[in-house]
């Protein structure tokens, strides 16, 4: 059985005007015949879509409507699921046939569709897929030129509303699409365009800054390649460097830190490209970043450059083996280690582990001796009467002789005579004196200076 054609999805003026009952059958009815495009099989849907252009006349109209509308009120059940059934029709419109409709391809609902589905996770793989099969460089090249000039027609404008909508439509699709940025910014037209009629304030400075360093880098690579010159070729004789099918240096794991240099500056500048394929286009121009950055800008690489796959990243090294220095040395067992060195607790109880748990402790092997005890033990301390007998025998006086004041070492006189000037301290000194000498003379063990002598009897 034949399913219906789709009827257009009202704009959101229309939409308002029409009786919630009514509403409600729309979208059973819209409901109803996704559900049943969807459950076809591949080749009947093929054929259908073929036949019947409603259906993407509808997703048109539903995206557009959509993308126009922002409703704050809360969306209804059904609406959210015929929001999530046309998201799935149009990824199979977009995806399984390979003929799609003109209508699906256009700017502007990929735009919308967008804008719509910008939180889908699935809808950037969908969007990048579906630039590179269907090859849309060429037949977007139109709209290039028609948004550049609208751009510029929106700047000398006073009404900025149009121009607003399609910098909105523009973003979105940009964030979507990848590859749709990388198209816009081939060449220098629509950056030129972009930037010095939109930008304004503080960002106006950077961006001619950025203006000026991008058309340094045009400026001198079509300065290189006007000073080429032919240069004479010589014979091959069959000695040279081994080379790629394009005549570039074939890739041996070593990549000189110059020329990696190099490559790490042009990705700054393009992400997505590939270390081997920069190499290629490094060895294709001399090693010149310059002008290597200026045809990937201008897009305009030669044929057998364009054709490579621009993601190739290069090989790995070969792994490289070490020879064998003395292939006829014969292998020798490994000589015997080091002695090591041993102690008379080696293998004991403790080191076998065959000790009894109750022969370890931690701290003191009693807790009753403490310090506490040990201050109040007084058998061993020093008896009283001996210390006193040693303080007894003490002579503060007999010590060594303070030659402090001596003339020779004061420099100057000194007053040697004892002060007092009785006769009885005098002849009293004298007779101490005379003592002691004749104590000397007959022991003098007794004037030894040593501690234990001191402190003895005879002393």
């Known amino acids: 059985m034949e399913l219906p054609p789709f009827a257009p999805f009202p704009p959101a003026g229309l939409r308002k005007d029409i009786v919630p009952e009514e509403w409600e059958l729309c979208l059973?009815?819209?409901?109803?015949l996704a559900e049943g495009q969807l459950l076809l099989p591949l080749d009947l849907f093929v054929k259908r879509l073929a036949k019947d252009?409603?259906?993407?006349?509808f997703l048109c109209s539903y995206v557009m409507s959509n993308a126009q509308y922002v409703s704050s009120d809360k969306i209804e059940p059904k609406s959210k699921q015929l929001r999530r059934r046309c998201y799935l029709l149009a990824h199979r419109c977009l995806s399984e046939p390979k003929q799609k409709s003109p209508l699906l391809m256009e700017w502007e609902f990929l735009s919308d569709f967008s804008i719509v589905y910008a939180r889908s996770p699935s809808l950037s793989p969908l969007l990048q897929s579906l630039w590179q099969a269907e090859k849309l460089?060429?037949?977007?090249?139109?709209?290039?030129a028609w948004l550049i000039k609208t751009l510029e027609d929106g700047a000398n404008k006073e009404n900025h509303s149009d121009l607003e909508t399609t910098l909105t439509r523009t973003a979105a699709l940009l964030r979507a699409c990848p590859a749709y940025g990388h198209f816009l910014m081939l060449g220098s037209d629509f950056v030129d365009t972009l930037l010095r009629e939109r930008i304004a304030g503080p960002e106006a400075i950077r961006a001619e800054k950025l203006i000026n360093q991008l058309s340094a880098y045009a400026e001198a690579g079509t300065s290189a390649s006007k000073r080429k010159k032919l240069t004479e070729r010589?014979?091959?004789k069959g000695k040279g460097k081994q080379k790629d099918e394009y005549g570039h240096g074939a890739f041996d794991g070593r990549l000189h830190v110059h020329k990696m240099s190099l490559v790490t500056q042009i990705q700054d500048l393009f992400p997505d490209l590939g270390s081997g394929f920069?190499?290629?286009l490094l060895d294709e121009y001399g090693d010149d970043s310059e002008q290597v950055t200026a045809h990937l800008l201008d897009d305009s690489l030669p044929p057998h450059l364009?054709?490579?796959d621009r993601s190739e990243s290069l090989p790995q090294p070969p792994s490289r083996t070490s020879p064998d220095l003395a292939p006829n040395l014969a292998p020798r067992p490994t000589p015997p280690l080091l002695p090591t060195r041993h102690n008379i607790h080696d293998n004991d109880a403790f080191d076998?582990?065959?000790i009894s748990p109750t022969q370890l402790h931690r701290g003191l092997k009693s807790s009753s001796h403490t310090a506490d005890t040990m201050l109040e033990d007084r058998s061993s301390a020093p008896n009283k009467a001996a210390i006193l007998s040693a303080l007894a025998a003490f002579d503060s006086d007999d010590d060594e002789r303070d030659d402090t004041y001596d003339v020779d070492d004061v420099g100057g006189t000194v007053d040697t005579a004892i002060p007092g000037s009785d006769e009885v301290d005098t002849d009293l000194r004298d007779?101490?004196?005379e003592a002691l000498f004749r104590a000397w003379g007959m022991t003098p063990e007794v004037f030894e200076r040593d501690a234990v002598t001191r402190r003895g009897k005879a002393r």
Do not use: G, M
Not at 137 to 144: A, E
């Open 28 to 32: 059973d009815a819209w409901l109803l």
């Open 53 to 57: 252009p409603s259906v993407p006349k």
């Open 137 to 144: 460089d060429s037949s977007f090249k139109k709209h290039k």
């Open 234 to 236: 010589r014979a091959d």
């Open 278 to 280: 920069i190499v290629k």
């Open 306 to 308: 364009q054709c490579l």
């Open 352 to 354: 076998r582990l065959a």
């Open 431 to 433: 007779q101490n004196e």
